[in-house]
C-alpha cells in the first residue's frame, strides 16, 4: 500500500528508456533499408526501361554514351562487339570408365555452324555485349549509389556493309 519507491520509478523508466531507444533504431534502420531497397528497385526500373531500347529503331554500334533519367538518377551505356568464333564450346569430354565407342569421332561445333548438317546456309550474326551503369546520390548529400546491368544482344549485320556481314569474304577478297 506503500507505493512505489523513487528507486523503483527510476529503474522502470529507465528500462523504458533503453526498450524505447532500441524500437527507434530498428525503425530507423527499416526505413533506411526500404528507402535504399526503393532506390535500387527505380535503378533497376530504368535500367531496363533503357536497355529495352537498344537495338531497337536503331542499329547497334559499339561504343560509350551516357544520359540523365531523371535529376537523381544518371547512366552510362557501354557497348562492345563480340567476336562469335570466340564463343566456340570446349571439345566434347570422353566418356567416364573408358566406354566410350571406338569407332565414333568426335566433332568439334563452333558458334557459326552449330546446329547445321551442312545442308543449310548460316545467317552471320553480330554479338554485342551491353553494359549499362545507372549512378544515384551524392548531389543530395547521401553517398553515391550504381547499380551495374549487363546483357547480350545479336543483330543481323548490315548487308550493305560488307565488313560486317562476312567478315570471311572481306579478307579473302582483300587478298586477291
Known sequence: MRGFSLIEMIAAFLVFAIGIGVLMRILATSMH????????????????????????????????????FDDN??????????????VDPSPRQPMAGGMQNQGMQQRQVSAANAGNAGGITVTPFDIYQVDLTVLWGDHDGSRPHSAHFSTLRVMNPDPNNAQSANPQMTRSGAGQ
Open 33 to 68: 533499408s526500404a528507402r535504399e531497397s526503393s532506390q535500387y528497385t527505380t535503378a533497376a526500373l530504368w535500367a531496363q526501361s533503357r536497355l529495352d531500347i537498344v537495338g531497337i529503331g536503331a542499329p547497334i554500334e559499339a561504343g560509350q554514351s551516357s544520359g540523365n
Open 73 to 86: 538518377y544518371h547512366w552510362e551505356l557501354n557497348i562492345q562487339q563480340v567476336d562469335p568464333s570466340s
